[in-house]
């Protein structure tokens, strides 16, 4: 009965939607307060009725109610409760319920904080939600129902796939999800404000937050799903250049791209056209991902089991979206007016170049990831583009914009001079030259790329220090009021900082790990003593050990520092009877500067097993770096002058207080009527 | 100069610069291209056309029944890639397979075919049963081995969600 009654929301809800997107667009353009009345009313009623759905199928999973399709193939009565949850979303018909849950979620957020938006500018961004709405939920009702039953009921279900059965997979899909769905908001602001032909300071300032709370999201969505394959699947890596992945990077680099734009269209009034586009762009790459992992066109190591039904599905969503929202912006963008002037080095310079570089990064990440699409198409050749395609692409446009992004902050408004910012950067020139040469001299191999990427790493972080020193250096010169002032910085200032510092340590990650990880693989028996990066290891066998729905294999590896014991890693090797799986769990030890990664394979005739020992330099920043960008990206939403709903009162709060951070927020335009 | 002048020519600039990136990503693309491409082949490929030695491939088909041997320095795994075709290749991998490599399975393997044996050094297998590789299931296709709609030639054929593996040396 609840599920059926699940199913009967659902669908509720798509009528509720169809509703959403036509009538406060209707009241939009003929002022009509009622029908805008109904638009924010049926925003709150969608998410009410996707909520109650959502919680019928956890009730299902969670109950094991086996009479449902979808919990018999992906549930089993004996698995733990928070894979029985997660399991909800581990599946393509319940993740696409979670993904229109989080659409309406943005929807009725708008339509509840957005209460000093302009009235008309508010319905159309709940039209265009519910129209994204329509699309999503006609998707699921008619191609992938979560609640179809099965009858008769099997006696127990076909359990979830055993990778799945991980803390990090389960909270993974959730925050990407949140991500990728949070454009749409920035996109239904852009489409609306195409409609109303207006782009003005206001508008970057409301849309910014969402953009940021979305990219904040996504990327603690990404960082998860690296860190699930990195421990999960057991080869070592963190990135693989696989288009699955790429799915989910292209909308984090146009997203990033835009929160930088947004800045200077809501401080100079300049770049509106572009960041629009750039809005448009960035939610039509999330559902171009959503369209490369539910459809197979790509092969790719991660994909969900693929329905070539579906895949035209979304295709045909994916056209009228981008192709109606490039058709409007075609239309209606030559109307904007164009905004404010600035030279070209200054602020508005620096992050117009932050701009290009992110969007031409983000168009070769694209090319290589439609490349194999392409030339099957046109020369019906099956081809792959690896990593060594991005290395080589990548990599050289991100140089130039890491050695910008110490210097963008601490540019001004308008004009800059190079000469005095140079002269403030001293001391980070010289840290930046002290780290390559350090570098130079220490690393074995690869010294030169080492070198660069360390040096970029510190080049980043000594201009962030720099760029704080210098906001609270106080008249008096006293360390007291020095500090004072650097802990009444704007929040946004911070935010800044800690999301580049972010960067920078990723940076240093990446780039030692890369060039400098070594692993061992070697067949065991045990007692065998292999030395690794000064440790060394020792392979001591094999016990059984059981789990709650698998049986396992649990190595035991002893590490040795010298003489001394440092510590034990079990990496094991489960089977998940149900399924009929086997899955390698890796060990890890991590301290601050590594990771020991072993894993143990199947044993050999001799008995014999074969071990593969890492140690991954630097691999813990990689975390590190991630948490920073994303503890940057909370602390700038939580700033007064961005939090939603905030502008009026903001204007007093920051007055007086304007040296320490940007310009003064300025006076809200009366923007709608 | 008017402001309006002055907008124009800073646009201008603006748009140059642009321009300018794109030319140097294109050039960046162009060559990268050229050099990091791999092809995808199937045994039946490999017999037309023998590949130029050291070029790196995709190699791909189903792992034919009992090839799998294990070799004697306890870490190298010898096996058989077939297409459905008269043709087979050996491969040799060292390192951990994937959880899901198994005999009849599809797989992808990628390296260099030295001397008649492929000698691979990253082997991709799906974490699904029920799916196969869209290069494997189009080449199987071709062989008349497999059509579309019956079940893939595996196992034991459940159909559930899945997320991938693949091992590297």
Redesign the interface.
């Given at each position: 009965m609840i599920v059926e009654f699940g199913h009967f929301a659902l669908i509720l809800a798509l009528v509720v939607a169809i509703g959403q997107s036509v009538l406060p667009m209707v009241g939009a353009a003929r002022r009509d307060v009622r029908l805008a009345a109904f638009g924010r009313q049926a925003a709150h009623a969608q998410f009410a009725l996707l909520g109650l759905s959502f919680a019928a199928l956890t009730y299902a999973f969670v109950t094991s109610d086996f009479s449902v399709a979808l919990v018999v193939s992906n549930s089993h009565s004996l698995k733990p409760m928070l894979y029985k949850i997660s399991g909800v979303w581990g599946n393509h018909e319940g993740s696409m319920l979670l993904w229109v849950l989080i659409l309406a979620a943005f929807g009725s957020a708008v339509a509840a904080f957005g209460r000093n938006l302009p009235e008309s500018l508010k319905s159309r961004v709940i039209g265009v939600q519910g129209m994204i709405g329509v699309g999503f939920l006609l998707f699921i009702v008619l191609t992938s129902n979560p609640f179809e039953r099965m009858l008769p009921a099997p006696l127990d279900g076909r359990d979830l796939n055993p990778l799945l059965q991980d803390p990090g997979l389960a909270f993974h899909p959730p925050f990407l999800y949140l991500g990728y769905v949070g454009l749409s908001v920035a996109f239904s602001f852009a489409v609306a404000a195409l409609i109303e032909g207006k782009v003005d300071a206001a508008w970057a300032r409301w849309v910014r937050p969402w953009t940021l709370a979305a990219w904040s999201s996504l990327t603690l969505g990404i960082a998860l799903g690296s860190w699930w394959a990195y421990y999960e699947l057991g080869w070592g890596g963190w990135w693989f250049w696989d288009p699955v992945e790429n799915a989910s990077f292209m909308p984090w680099l146009a997203a990033t791209a835009l929160l930088h734009s947004a800045i200077v269209v809501e401080k100079r009034d300049a770049l509106k056209s572009w960041t629009v586009l750039l809005a448009i762009i960035a939610f039509s790459l999330s559902l171009m991902g959503t369209f490369i992992v539910r459809s197979g066109v790509l092969t790719s190591v991660h994909a969900f089991a693929v329905d070539p039904e579906r895949g035209v599905f979304i295709l045909i969503l994916l056209g009228i979206a981008v192709g109606g929202s490039l058709a409007l912006y075609a239309w209606r963008a030559p109307d904007l007016q164009p905004g404010g002037l600035f030279r070209p080095i200054s602020r508005e310079g620096g992050l117009l170049i932050n701009n290009l570089f992110l969007a031409v990064a983000c168009a070769t990440v694209l090319l290589g990831t439609l490349y194999p699409l392409i030339a099957e198409a046109v020369a019906d050749e099956k081809i792959s583009v690896g990593p060594p395609f991005f290395n080589a692409t990548f990599i050289p446009l991100m140089i130039p914009l890491i050695i910008l992004m110490a210097a963008g902050p601490m540019m001004g408004w308008k004009r800059a001079g190079i000469s005095g910012l140079l002269h403030r950067l001293r001391a980070a020139l010289v840290a930046t030259a002290a780290a390559a040469l350090v570098v130079l001299f220490v690393a074995e191999t690869d010294a030169i790329a080492a070198a660069l990427g360390v040096a970029a790493g510190v080049w980043v972080l000594a201009g962030v220090t720099t760029d704080l020193v210098h906001r609270c250096r106080s008249r008096e010169g006293t360390l007291g009021a020095g500090l004072n002032r650097l802990f009444n910085l704007p929040r946004s200032v911070w935010g800044t900082a800690l999301g580049h510092a972010g960067v920078a340590i990723v940076v240093m990650g990446i780039t030692v790990d890369s060039l400098m990880s070594t692993d061992i693989i070697a067949a065991a028996e045990p007692g065998d003593r292999f030395e690794l990066a000064g440790r060394t290891l020792v392979y001591e066998g094999v016990e059984p050990k059981m789990g709650p729905n698998y049986m396992s294999e649990r190595g035991v590896i002893s590490v040795y520092k010298g003489d001394e014991k440092i510590a034990e890693l079990d990496p094991e090797r489960r089977f998940y009877p149900v399924q009929g799986m086997t899955t390698t769990e890796a060990a890890i030890r991590s301290t601050v500067f590594e990771d020991l990664y072993v894993v143990i394979g199947e044993q050999d005739e001799q008995g014999r097993r074969t071990v593969r020992l890492h140690h991954n330099p630097l691999v813990p920043w990689l975390w590190f770096g991630t948490i920073i960008m994303v503890l940057g990206g909370v602390l700038s939403l939580s700033d007064r002058r961005l939090r939603v709903g905030a502008p009026i009162r903001s204007k007093k709060a920051t007055t007086g207080k304007t040296e320490g951070g940007a310009p003064p927020a300025g006076a809200q335009p009366e923007a709608g009527d | 100069m008017s402001?309006a002048k002055?907008?124009k020519k800073?646009r201008l600039?603006?748009v140059l610069?642009?321009m300018g990136?794109?030319g140097v990503?294109t050039a960046?693309?162009l060559?990268?291209?050229e050099?990091?491409?791999?092809?995808?082949r199937t045994p039946t490929d490999i017999a037309a056309e023998t590949p130029a030695p050291d070029q790196r491939l995709?190699l791909g088909g189903l792992v034919a029944k009992d090839s799998v041997e294990?070799q004697e320095?306890?870490?190298t795994t010898r096996f058989v890639i077939e297409d459905g075709g008269p043709h087979v290749v050996a491969v040799t991998y060292?390192?951990?397979?994937p959880?899901?490599f198994r005999e009849g399975q599809g797989v992808?393997t990628?390296g260099v075919l030295i001397n008649g044996v492929f000698r691979a050094d990253e082997v991709?297998a799906?974490?699904?049963e029920?799916?196969m590789?869209?290069?494997v299931a189009?080449a199987l296709k071709e062989q008349g081995v497999w059509q579309e709609g019956e079940p893939a030639p595996s196992p034991?054929a459940?159909?559930?969600?899945?997320?991938?593996?693949?091992?590297?040396?």
């Open positions: - | 402001k002055l907008k800073r600039y603006a610069i642009g990136l794109l990503a960046l693309v060559t990268a291209i050099d990091t491409l791999v092809f995808f995709r294990p320095d306890g870490i060292t390192g951990v397979l959880d899901l992808v990628e991709l799906k974490h699904d029920n799916y590789p869209k290069e189009d034991n459940l159909p559930s969600a899945s997320y991938g593996g693949k091992a590297t040396q």
